[in-house]
Structure formats: C-alpha cells, structure tokens
Nanobody, 128 residues
Framework: VQLQASGGGLVQAGDSLRLSCAASGRTASRCTIGWFRQIPGKERELVAAVSLSGRNTWYVESVKGRFTISRANAKNTVYLQMNSPKSEDTAVYYC??????????????????????WGQGTQVTVSS
C-alpha cells in the first residue's frame, strides 16, 4: 500500500481546508486509513480514522465537531475536511494504514491499530 497526502497549506483560523490521501496498491481499498499530525517536539497524534467501508469513524476529542474524515473508495482516496481550524491544529499531517488483516476488524479506539504504511506529510499552518 502506498499513500500520498496532499492539500496542506496556509489557512486562516475559522476557514476550511481539505486534505486528501491517495491510496494505491492491490489492497489499498481494504485498509482502515488514519490521519495523524505531528508538531515539532511532540509525539505524533492520531486525529481521525475511517474504516474500510467508510461507515465507521473515530476522532480525537480536540477535533470532534470540526473535522470530518471520509473516503471515496472508487477513487481510493480518503479526505480530512478541516472546518474552523485553530492555530493549535498547525502541524504536519500524515495519512497511514494498518495492514489488511488488522483492517478487517474495526477497533472502537483507532489508536489500537499498528499503522504499518505511511505517506509523506503535508504541512498545515493555521494563522490567527
């Protein structure tokens, strides 16, 4: 599975931004996909995740009600819609996936997965 994140940039607080994660590879559509972010000097944090069907989602508390994760399996793409971003959302955002076997079962806490495949990061900067 290969993952490629895009869509980052500079956005004003309160505006919106959509990140995309293009997945390729024979098993890409059968994987749970998660969006992580990392601020320099801090641990990488899982922000949101979506099941392979798209019916199940998970969010970290700090983004609930503001971010929405979705997937378009026909396009093998997962999106992270960031509404009303705040300055504290500034980070490098990565998409990642566990393997197919792990993805076959949805975990209530998506942080439980071991994320095996990673894309390159895309920088999101929120100006206030």
């Amino acid at each position: 599975v290969q993952l490629q994140a895009s869509g980052g940039g500079l956005v004003q607080a309160g505006d919106s931004l959509r990140l995309s994660c293009a997945a390729s590879g024979r098993t890409a559509s059968r994987c749970t996909i998660g969006w992580f972010r990392q601020i320099p000097g801090k641990e990488r944090e899982l922000v949101a995740a979506v099941s392979l069907s798209g019916r199940n989602t998970w969010y970290v508390e700090s983004v609930k009600g503001r971010f929405t994760i979705s997937r378009a399996n026909a396009k093998n793409t997962v999106y992270l819609q960031m509404n009303s971003p705040k300055s504290e959302d500034t980070a490098v955002y990565y998409c990642a996936a566990p393997d197919v076997i792990s993805s076959s079962r949805w975990e209530a806490d998506a942080r439980s997965y071991e994320y095996k495949y990673w894309g390159q990061g895309t920088q999101v900067t929120v100006s206030s």
